[in-house]
């Protein structure tokens, strides 16, 4: 069964530092890989998507994250955080042949002035 | 506006009640899902539907029932709410493929 592993329910960076939210995969086959961002009270929007193209995928906001099948990762990147990034971030996953995606636990961003 | 729109977006209801959470999608997406989430789990699966008239149970299906009578609307109906229910709601719609899922804007629901 495919799960999906956040580390860090809380991250915690300062305006225009790095953003680094981590995502492992636990799948037989390499899946198809994604990254949703939450704001307060509302829905999940997509950031960006990996479907077996390009390893290093390019999302809204400047985000991007890289598929690294060797380690079973698929982590989230920004090079300079901006305080609108403040959200809560879902890392999922779906299996070839699967219809529903399976979430990661999420990771709360907070972006510190 | 075409979309996903759930409602209510917020319900208290009591322990025992029956509710029922609406869900409509204007895409004509074959697939629609419920999610809930939930502190430290993120959002878990509770029931999908593949088109009309056909669904099935997700990884936390007990205590709901789901109907597809028509392609757009995926209602999700609590039997008779316990506490352990208390959850923010999401509906999700999709096509088949290697494609994302689309949200609706949640229900937070409070079984008191």
């Known amino acids: 069964a495919q799960s999906v592993t956040q580390l860090g329910s809380h991250v915690s960076v300062s305006e225009g530092a790095l953003v680094l939210l981590r995502c492992n995969y636990s799948?037989?086959?390499?899946?198809?890989l994604f990254w949703y961002v939450q704001y307060p009270n509302q829905g999940l929007q997509l950031l960006l998507k990996?479907?077996?193209?390009?390893?290093l995928v390019k999302g809204i906001n400047d985000f991007e994250a890289e598929f690294k099948k060797s380690e079973t990762s698929f982590h989230l990147t920004k090079p300079s955080a901006h305080m609108s990034d403040a959200a809560e971030y879902f890392c999922?996953?779906?299996?070839?042949?699967?219809?529903?995606?399976?979430f990661g636990s999420g990771t709360r961003l907070q972006v510190q002035p | 506006d075409a979309g996903i729109t759930q409602s209510p977006r917020y319900k208290i209801t009591e322990t025992g009640r029956q509710v029922t959470l609406m869900c409509h999608q204007t895409?004509?997406?074959?697939?629609m899902f419920w999610y809930r989430q939930d502190l430290g789990h993120g959002l878990r699966l509770i029931y999908y539907?593949?088109?009309?008239?056909?669904?099935d149970k997700g990884e936390v299906p007990d205590g709901y029932v789901v109907s597809r009578s028509k392609t757009e609307n995926f209602p999700l109906t609590l039997e008779s709410a316990t506490r352990s229910q208390t959850s923010v709601y999401f509906c999700?719609?999709?096509?088949?493929?290697?494609?994302?899922?689309?949200f609706g804007q949640g229900t937070r629901l409070t079984v008191v």
């Open positions: 999700a719609s999709s096509v088949p493929g290697n494609t994302e899922a689309f």
């Open positions: 799948s037989s086959v390499p899946p198809y």
């Open positions: 990996y479907t077996s193209a390009a390893t």
């Open positions: 999922a996953v779906k299996e070839a042949g699967r219809r529903a995606l399976t």
């Open positions: 895409w004509s997406h074959s697939y």
């Open positions: 539907s593949a088109a009309a008239d056909i669904t």
